[in-house]
């Protein structure tokens, strides 16, 4: 389950008196909790023969970034055409999509990067009744077995559970230098593949966006002098109260 | 409006998680409105009642020892359904940010996380919520007939209340089959230290401390002050500091009453994990480090050289306060 997100780097701005998010200038791309898993589902694919699917709610115009997956080896991709409104009816759609079909294993990322509902795949659990693992940061079977690591405040917790499962993954579940890029061969192979849109099921919103505004700026920074860092505490203690 | 929240604690004490869902919810209620916690082994309930809490359903099943969402879930929509609440809140916690969504696919209720203020509007409910990794606060209506809300953290305080509260024995029932279904075997946390997610002061470094041989002086820093330590992406990435302490929009999101950034450039994918702390204090050696730009002191010198000064000078503070 894939989410494509503006690039972290982005500013951004709304349009239509502040009610919509500005897409124009806005580069979009994978969201990054979502490469550490394409990267897991395409070692679980190489080492098993497993077969990797994406699918994705949303536009048309995000297609590229659908390649893209293709292009790194998934075998096919499924669209669901509609603009994302709110994560239940994303999740609605997801759950629908899920339903006749047996994936052993799904893997979704723990938040989306642009709202950062941090819900639908937790929705989308609840809606099929798949078993689900939250933050996972590590992914390993033995046997029928399915260890999965979570993070958990200060910490980390191992469970064990059985597939079909989903996930939502993160940062972990395979190393940064893992993360792969679409090579040339890979890029000509993906124009081949199928990607299949579909329509969406009928679905209300919980939830509306009603208006955006930007965060309050911050007043300039109190510069203290290296050498004067009696002022800092002093600071720190009556102004700010924070120690 | 009746609330229900879900109360987490550290051996059986509310912790301060659980007390700022209390005290927002208890703003949220209004008078005559009833706040119900359900915690699982929670042991001194009036540590909630001190913040407006009336009445507190606790489990006493071992099988709930230890974490499982879906059993809690199941639990919180049981207890849903007993008290009548309108609104269920978790907190922003690994566990809060599991069973949250949950919950909500099985009442067929909003979801709605990142919560910053309290409804502007009670029907229909409409509340502010971070958006866009921090660069947007968005305002939503709900139009659901309950919803479950995920509170950011630190964002609305804690704020006494004291109320006259009871305790009652909650029995709910799940059966053996769901947690045979996940069950936790190993549980692994970094002991002796401040967990990064109830931190008041979080020391956090980046690479401008050149090598993980030079954390030592974080530590310290961390120590005095009884502060958590974080550090930025490449330090995780490079294996200086363990992947639990990387901060920003891919890592932890933070917001301690005190966040200090020593020898870090701050990227815009950091500041968006980081810039909700209420103070900012950047100690860098380079005056046009961008972090500047965010914070609310700023100290610009060598990190080797201030850093052990200000050891020195905290430890002569704490001396006398
Ligand atoms: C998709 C994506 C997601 C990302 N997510 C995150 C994230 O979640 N969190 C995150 O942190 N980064 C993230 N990054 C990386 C981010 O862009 C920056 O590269 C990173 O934050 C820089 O880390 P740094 O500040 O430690 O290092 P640098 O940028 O190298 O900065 C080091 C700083 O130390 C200062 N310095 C050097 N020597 C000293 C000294 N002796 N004393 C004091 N100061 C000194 C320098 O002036 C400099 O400002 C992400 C990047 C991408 C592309």
Not at chain 2, 80 to 103: F, I, R, W
Not at chain 2, 250 to 262: E, F, H, W
Request: hydrophobic residues 45%.
């Amino acid at each position: 389950m894939l989410s494509v997100v503006p690039d972290t780097t982005s500013k951004i701005n709304f349009t239509d008196d502040n009610t919509r998010f500005d897409k124009a200038g806005i580069q979009f791309v994978m969201n990054p909790h979502d490469e550490f898993g394409l990267t897991k589902a395409m070692q679980i694919k190489e080492s098993t023969g497993a077969e990797l699917h994406v699918v994705h709610v949303g536009p048309q115009a995000f297609e590229p970034v659908m390649r893209k997956v293709l292009a790194i080896g998934a075998d096919k991709a499924f669209r669901i055409d509609m603009e994302p409104a709110d994560s239940y009816t994303t999740a609605v759609q997801l759950a629908a999509f899920l339903k006749d079909k047996d994936y052993d294993l799904i893997i979704a990322g723990k938040e989306s990067l642009d709202y950062n509902g941090n819900a639908v795949h937790g929705l989308v659990a609840a809606m099929t009744g798949l078993r689900f693992v939250n933050a996972v940061m590590g992914l390993d079977f033995e046997g029928d077995k399915v260890l999965v690591t979570r993070e958990i405040e200060g910490g980390k917790e191992t469970l064990e559970t059985r597939l079909p499962l989903l996930i939502g993954g993160q940062k972990g579940l395979v190393k940064e230098e893992e993360l792969r890029i679409p090579n040339m061969r890979g890029i000509m192979m993906a124009r081949k593949k199928p990607l299949e849109v579909i329509p969406p099921v009928e679905a209300t919103q919980a939830v509306e966006f009603l208006r955006f505004e930007k965060p309050p700026v911050k007043s300039a920074v109190k510069l203290v002098d290296k050498d004067n860092l009696d002022e800092l505490i002093d600071l720190l203690h009556n102004e700010a109260k924070v120690i | 409006m009746n609330i229900l929240i879900f109360a987490e604690h550290n051996q059986g004490k509310p912790n301060k998680t659980a007390k700022e869902l209390a005290s927002y919810a208890r703003a949220l209620a209004g008078e005559g409105g009833t706040v119900t916690a359900l915690g699982f082994g929670l042991q001194s309930p009036e540590d909630l009642y001190a913040y407006g809490v009336n009445q507190v359903l606790n489990v006493d099943d071992a099988r709930f020892d230890s974490f499982n969402a879906k059993a809690y879930a199941l639990a919180l929509q049981q207890a849903v359904e007993k008290t009548g609440a309108d609104v269920v809140l978790a907190g922003q916690t690994a566990d809060g940010q599991y069973v949250g969504p949950l919950l909500a696919g099985l009442l067929g209720a909003a979801y709605v996380t990142q919560v910053v203020s309290l409804p502007e509007n009670s029907k229909p409910l409409a509340l502010k919520r971070k958006s866009f990794s921090n660069k947007a606060i968005a305002t939503v209506q709900i139009d659901t007939e309950k919803a479950v809300l995920n509170l950011a953290k630190n964002s609305y305080g804690l704020h006494e209340n004291p109320v006259g509260g009871s305790v009652e024995n909650f029995a709910p029932q799940v059966d053996d089959a769901v947690f045979d279904d996940i069950r936790s075997v190993r549980v692994e946390k970094a002991t002796g230290k401040v967990p990064l997610a109830d931190a008041e002061i979080i020391v956090s470094a980046g690479r401008g401390l050149k090598g993980p041989e030079n954390w030592g002086m974080i530590e310290e820093l961390a120590d005095v002050l009884g502060a958590a330590t974080a550090c930025s992406k490449p330090v995780a990435d490079m294996g200086w500091r363990p992947h639990t302490e990387h901060v920003g929009q891919t890592g932890k999101q933070v917001a301690p009453n005190l966040y200090i950034a020593i020898g870090i450039s701050g990227a815009i994918q950091h500041l968006a994990g980081v810039n909700s702390s209420k103070n900012i204090l950047v100690i860098n050696i380079d005056p046009e480090a961008p972090f500047f730009k965010a914070a609310d002191y700023g100290v610009v010198g060598d990190a080797f050289e201030v850093v052990p000064k200000l050891i020195e000078k905290l430890k002569a503070f704490k001396a006398e306060h």
